[in-house]
């Protein structure tokens, strides 16, 4: 077991992993996983530049997740950057903000190298289950980009599209700073029109429709499987490899559409930073149900968080080797 630390920083959240992690096996021991909220993407849709509270935000994150990197003595440290901070103009401000707080620069990924870490995470100890049928579908679904990837052991097809549901949101939803609440028929269908054509666009090289397993991640999936289960309080232990079917997702979706901030901030597992853009989030997952003929979603806890883990363990072991 090599002891390594990951952070995946996304558009609408920051989280960090430590764990004791075995690339061979799969098998991986968490230390410390954690996610705080710091909407680095906040309005990167409109001005193209990562905003000077969001870049202090996600650097405050960072000097906590520093402290306890030190703390667990990981042997080696790897961040990575995904969809906000690929399309800022001011990136570089961003990244020598990480660079000064933790060391390391922060690899901003493609959307390839994305979905192939969400593949592995997602993916890695679900190897022997007879319940599931292969292909997987595994679906990504974070604050600037969805990630759609099919494969058996390995990828087989992957594709980014910007239908994350912080984009979708603030694209749709957000008039002069106000979040519509609840949003309008029209606004829904101009998401669905987003979404649709993504979805499109995703299916010229990627298989959909053959994945026998839905596997979803992030935080729109785990929420609505929150909800679905009616926890009375966020339980990871209990949301990881839940199985929801596809018509309570269409109806979760069609309460969050229709709900107002306050009911969806009453739902007891709801984490405040979601309160805004989980419907649209839940939109995404619905429609890609409906597009693939889904009866069901598997979700994961574990998803790109932990496939940067398993690489990072698998070089490290590497270096030790060849030295």
């Known amino acids: 077991m090599t002891r390594v630390a990951a952070i995946d920083c996304g ?5 960090l992993l430590v764990a004791d992690a075995n690339p ?3 098998e991986l021991v968490d230390l410390d996983r954690r996610m705080t909220i710091v909407r680095l993407g906040q309005g990167v849709d409109r001005t193209g530049r990562l905003a000077p509270e969001a870049l202090e935000r996600t650097f405050e994150a960072c000097r906590e997740y520093a402290a306890i990197i030190k703390r667990h003595g990981a042997e080696r440290l790897r961040f990575v950057a995904t969809s906000a901070s690929r399309d800022a103009e001011n990136r570089d401000e961003f990244v020598r903000g990480v660079l000064d707080v933790l060391g390391v620069e922060p690899e901003v ?9 969400s593949f592995t995470g997602a993916t890695k100890e679900l190897t022997g289950r007879d319940d599931l049928a292969k292909p997987y579908l595994v679906v990504d679904i974070g604050g600037g980009s969805t990630e759609l990837v ?3 052991d390995h990828v087989r097809a992957a594709r980014s599209v910007d239908i994350g549901c912080v984009r979708m949101t603030e694209r749709h939803l957000v008039h002069d700073g106000v979040v519509s609440d609840p949003p309008t028929p029209a606004e829904i269908e ?16 990627v298989p959909l429709r053959e994945a026998h397993t839905l596997v979803g991640l992030a935080g729109s999936v785990t929420t609505v499987a929150a909800i679905a289960l009616d926890l009375p309080a966020y339980d990871s232990a209990a949301i990881h490899h839940s199985r929801i079917p596809y018509e309570k997702v269409r109806e979760i979706t069609e309460r969050l559409l229709a709900s107002t901030h306050a009911e969806r901030a009453a739902i007891p597992s709801m ?7 989980i419907a649209a989030g839940a939109l995404v997952l619905l429609a890609i149900m409906e597009r693939i003929g889904a009866a069901e979603v598997v979700v994961s806890e574990h998803d790109i968080l932990d496939g940067i883990a398993y690489k990072v363990a698998e070089e490290t072991e590497e270096g030790k080797n060849s030295d």
């Open 271 to 277: 984490h405040p930073g979601r309160v805004d853009v």
């Open 190 to 205: 101009a998401i669905r029109a987003d979404i649709e054509a993504a979805l499109d666009l995703a299916e010229l090289t």
């Open 150 to 152: 099919v494969g058996d």
């Open 109 to 117: 990924i493609t959307g390839d190298e994305e979905a192939e870490f």
């Open 24 to 26: 061979v096996t799969g």
């Open 11 to 15: 558009t609408n959240s920051i989280r």
